[in-house]
């Protein structure tokens, strides 16, 4: 099997194998590789590059599953540990939307709200749907994507509801859509590894096929760069594609770069440029059914962002303002983005930048 076959079957719009996809991850042609996977992105999405204005809660870093990727979680009593009432949530958002507001009075400020934290010890399901009310109740424009699997899987044990019971709550309450946290390997052999406490892959995508059934759309992410090999990723993407291929519930695909600083995997390194790049053009290539797929600039550097944007990726995320998870583990990049600085990392990678919501629909600013 050579780069040559693989060419001619992206360019046919073929669907690839698994021992496709390894060949891609060994192969050393780059450029090669970033030329198909920019095909195949046009092939859905033309030369736009999307990005949103969005807002980052991370509501509360205290987690009963400890994770040993994590660097965010912390135990009750340990130094560090936070939880935000929703009056502080409340506020965050407002005080953010009223200082914006004063340059642009007639625009929203953001158009997204993205909530996602650890698994509280105390906190009942109660406390959540109320969050989500309020947050709608006090920003009505803004769109909600709230909760990974891991977190929904816990309201339902803390709730006593079913999965699509817990779902459907959720969503009467003004949640739109979901983040694709919480899916790092899915295969269990890495998984037991580095977080033994956490959900099966099974149970993940158990739960995203029932917040698909409700009409729930979501995201799927990929922690790499860690203990586990190609194949495994190659086997956490071939999940992915056999669940989107039932469901077509998926937005966006998400390789999330593992950050190593302060976790407790040892020898643990930050991932290449290269590996970075890699990993978004294998996945544009090899999901063939996920109509996005994203390069989170908060993970991959602003740089790395912007040249994933020739390597298949169609979406750079948002302005982000606040951002805990890969903060604690050492993030190499800013704080957060202005419209205009996104604007210009899309142009300078010769795409259109177009302005989206929550469900990639263009928004005019
Ligand atoms: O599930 C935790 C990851 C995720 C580390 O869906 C780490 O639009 C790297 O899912 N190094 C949460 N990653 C963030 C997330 C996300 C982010 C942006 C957009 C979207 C979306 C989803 O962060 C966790 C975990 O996989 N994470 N620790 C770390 N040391
Ligand atoms: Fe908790 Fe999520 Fe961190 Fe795991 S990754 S320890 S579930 S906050």
């Not at 979406?315 to 951002?323: S, W």
């Not at 990392?345 to 795409?351: C, N, P, S, V």
């Amino acid at each position: 099997m050579s780069l040559k076959r693989i060419e001619k079957k992206v360019l046919a719009g073929k669907r690839l194998t698994q021992e496709e996809a390894l060949l891609l991850f060994e192969n050393d042609d780059i450029f090669t590789l970033g030329r198909l996977a920019n095909h195949a992105a046009v092939m859905k999405n033309g030369s736009n590059a999307y990005y949103i204005r969005n807002h980052h809660i991370n509501p509360t870093n205290l987690c009963i599953n400890r994770c040993t990727f994590c660097a965010f979680s912390r135990s009750k009593g340990e130094k560090g540990a936070y939880e935000l009432t929703i009056d502080e949530i409340i506020n965050k958002l407002k005080k953010w939307e009223g200082s914006k507001k004063r340059h642009m009075p007639s625009t929203p400020s953001f158009s997204e709200v993205h909530i996602v934290g650890g698994l509280h010890p105390g906190w009942g399901f109660d406390y959540y749907l109320d969050m989500i009310r309020r947050i709608k109740k006090a920003l009505p424009a803004v769109h909600i994507k709230a909760f990974t699997a891991v977190e929904i899987d816990h309201f339902s044990k803390i709730s006593g509801l079913s999965l699509r019971e817990t779902l459907i709550a959720l969503k009467e309450a003004g949640l739109e859509s979901m983040p694709g946290g919480g899916a790092e390997i899915l295969g269990s052999r890495v998984r037991n590894k580095i977080c033994p406490e956490k959900i099966s892959g099974r149970r993940w995508l158990k739960v995203m096929e029932i917040a698909h059934g409700v009409g729930i759309r979501t995201n799927a992410t990929m922690l790499y760069g860690h203990l586990e090999t190609y194949r495994d990723r190659i086997d956490h993407l071939t999940k992915l594609r056999e669940l989107q291929e039932r469901t077509g519930g998926f937005q966006a695909f998400i390789p999330l770069a593992f950050h190593p600083m302060n976790t407790k995997i040892k020898k643990a390194r930050y991932t290449s440029g290269i590996d970075d790049l890699t990993t978004i053009a294998v996945s544009r290539l090899f999901l063939d059914n996920f109509p996005h797929i994203k390069a989170y600039w908060v993970m991959l550097g602003e740089k790395v962002a912007q040249l994933a944007l020739l390597f298949g990726a169609d979406d750079l995320d948002g302005t982000i303002m606040e951002e805990k998870i890969t903060r604690s583990a050492g993030a190499l990049s800013g704080h957060a983005m202005t419209r205009e600085q996104l604007i210009n990392l899309i142009e300078k990678a010769g795409k259109v930048p177009v302005e989206r919501d929550i469900f990639y629909n263009p928004v005019s600013p």
